[in-house]
């Protein structure tokens, strides 16, 4: 019972044996724990450069963790080495000022960038961006003296695409003109290329191809062609006609219906209704 008490420290037992005193020579190797032998260590401001701080100013390989620099980084917004902080060190960059005339040109690209534009359609966006008017006509000026804009070509253009690409009649094509700013002597230009001719032809192209997915009696039938047909634009008399003249090629049922109806009296009736 004494050997243990006398093996027990004040706070429980001791875990760690007492370390032995180490008599090598400074200098020379002692022996390691394991066998052999290892160096001793050096004190912890031996071979530091003159001037360069101890391992108690937190230097590790250049990153000077004390000043809060970390390669550079400033941690703390404190100065780094130049004196300056990182932020500002970097100038500040110019605000860069442009003119209203040169919004309004890119303004104008833009919209151009997407598809033609008449000059009202442009002056109509500028105006929304608050451009002065001023400069909506300096600009739109310039622009019809080197012909980016164009509303003759683009009348001529508009006819022809929507005509035959979607089949619209010249009311129809006339009224979307008017909406873009068309001048009524271009528009009227424009649409000379379309005749009656080929109004009907149109007309009778667009109803061949509803009718062979058409479902119904031969007088619903008729009625929603023609219906199709005046919301495209086409008068009442291209239309009906286009439609009796389909029906009476589909089947007989159609053709005995068609072959009742009196074109011209049904066109005049519906013009003097509408």
Request: glycine share 10%.
């Amino acid at each position: 019972m004494a050997g243990r008490r006398g093996a027990r420290s004040g706070r429980g037992w001791d875990a760690i044996p007492p370390r032995a005193v180490d008599d090598t020579p400074a200098g020379e190797a002692r022996p390691a724990r394991g066998g052999g032998t290892s160096r001793r260590r050096r004190s912890s401001d031996e071979g530091l450069p003159p001037g360069d701080p101890s391992p108690g100013g937190y230097n590790l390989g250049g990153y000077n963790l004390g000043g809060y620099n970390l390669g550079g980084h400033d941690l703390g917004g404190l100065p780094d080495e130049a004196g300056r902080s990182g932020a500002a060190a970097r100038p500040p960059r110019p605000t860069e000022q442009r003119s209203e005339s040169e919004i309004a040109r890119e303004i104008c690209l833009r919209q151009l960038a997407v598809r033609p534009r008449t000059r009202a359609e442009l002056a109509k966006v500028l105006a929304r961006k608050e451009i002065s008017e001023e400069v909506i006509a300096e600009v739109l000026d310039r622009y019809d003296e080197v012909g980016i804009i164009d509303d003759a070509a683009f009348a001529r253009a508009w006819v022809s695409s929507r005509h035959h690409g979607r089949g619209l009649a010249r009311r129809a094509l006339a009224n979307e003109l008017r909406q873009r700013g068309v001048s009524a002597e271009e528009a009227s230009e424009a649409l000379e290329s379309v005749d009656d001719e080929s109004e009907a032809a149109t007309a009778r192209a667009l109803v061949d191809r509803k009718l062979r997915t058409a479902t119904g009696t031969p007088e619903a039938v008729f009625r929603r062609l023609v219906a199709m047909l005046a919301r495209k634009g086409y008068p009442a008399g291209i239309a009906i006609r286009a439609v009796k003249d389909a029906l009476a090629a589909r089947d007989a049922e159609a053709a005995e219906f068609a072959d009742a109806i009196d074109a011209d009296a049904l066109a005049d009736e519906t013009d003097v209704s509408s």
